[in-house]
């Protein structure tokens, strides 16, 4: 059976979608949706040799070559302009995740949909997407063998969820301002666990001979954040 956090992924994409996964490794996302709805076809895209050669593997085993097609290369380089609705891109870092949708923005014009889960720096993501009109929709943050993940969907249409003032908004892009809403268990755990890394840190820098003033006074203001919403 497909991990949580994969499962949770595969939940945002719609009936009938026509995805691609980037960095697809053994392909069980796009397979998983398209053993549970006939209506599905993916892309299943893999850079590396090993990876891609198990989600071949994986999609015959499966019986579904016919709908999921596994393919080669770097990123969204692997996809025709106006040939999938919805982009999935799971289990790397955001700023990775960031760089394979700016390399690719050519190919997002009649996207819909961008379903992504980082696993660290889900905030450089949150910018891009003020920053190429893509609209947050959800976000989602779960707890699954001893790690954290936030799962985010952006859409071209929606309303506008971050609040309209600047200094809460730069509040809003790193703790999420879906996410900040609700504040579950996962949610306490991940940035309680960051405060308490942060606060030594800021420890530290202050006993140091050399101090960089700018990125203490940005870990300072980090830590007030924390204090503000973990009671
Ligand atoms: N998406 C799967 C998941 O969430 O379980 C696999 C995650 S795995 C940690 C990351 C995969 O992305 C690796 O198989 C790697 O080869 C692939 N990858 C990394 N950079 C890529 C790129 N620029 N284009 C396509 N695939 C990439």
Redesign the pocket.
């Known amino acids: 059976s497909l ?1 949580e ?2 499962s949770a ?1 595969a939940a945002h994409l719609p009936k009938a979608a026509h995805f691609v ?6 392909a ?2 796009p397979c998983y949706v398209c053993l549970k709805d006939t209506t599905s076809q993916a892309i299943a ?4 040799e ?3 050669r198990s989600a071949q593997k994986q999609v015959k085993l499966q019986g579904l070559i016919d709908r999921i097609d596994v393919r080669k ?6 996809v025709e302009a106006d040939e999938v609705k919805q982009v ?5 870092g955001g700023p ?1 995740i960031a ?2 949708l700016e390399q690719g923005k050519d190919k997002l014009g009649r996207v819909e949909q961008l379903i992504v ?1 980082p ?1 660290i720096d889900a905030r450089v993501l949150r910018k891009w997407f003020l920053n190429n009109g893509f609209v947050l929709q959800k976000e989602q943050i779960l707890e699954e063998a001893g790690h954290i993940y936030e799962v985010l969907v952006a859409e071209r249409q929606g309303k506008d969820i971050y609040h309209g003032d600047e200094a809460i908004r730069d509040k809003e892009l790193l703790f999420g301002p879906i996410l900040l809403k609700d504040k579950n268990e996962a949610f306490r755990t991940k940035w309680l666990d960051y405060k308490r890394k942060l606060a030594r840190n800021v420890a530290n820098m202050q006993q140091a001979q050399q101090v960089d003033e700018a990125k203490l006074a940005s870990f300072k203001k980090e830590l007030a954040w924390l204090e503000e919403e973990l009671d």
């Open positions: 991990s956090r994969l992924v996964d980037v960095g697809s490794d053994h069980y996302l895209g893999e850079i590396n090993g990876p891609f290369g770097d990123g969204l380089a692997v999935v891109i799971a289990g790397m990775l760089s394979i889960q696993n």
